[in-house]
């Protein structure tokens, strides 16, 4: 069985692990057409997947959280 693709990929911001500002990458996100989740920890930032390579190469340092990814 073949899996569908992800429309929503999610990738993770945790303040410890960067020198990133979050409000950039929140404005970034909003621009196109994502959202974010904030949890106790970390901000989980959903960007459609055809910003994904753009995003990726803009904020290097994030982590890709593929078990979030939506359908």
């Known amino acids: 069985m073949q899996h569908p693709e992800a429309t929503i990929v999610c990738y993770r911001y945790q303040a410890w692990a960067?020198?990133?500002d979050c409000e950039l990458v929140w404005q970034f996100v909003q621009r196109h057409g994502g959202y974010l989740s904030i949890r106790n920890d970390c901000?989980?930032?959903?960007v459609p997947v055809k910003y994904q390579v753009l995003f990726a190469l803009a904020f290097p340092e994030l982590a890709r959280q593929y078990n979030l990814d939506l359908v």
């Open 18 to 20: 960067t020198d990133l």
């Open 43 to 46: 901000i989980d930032y959903f």
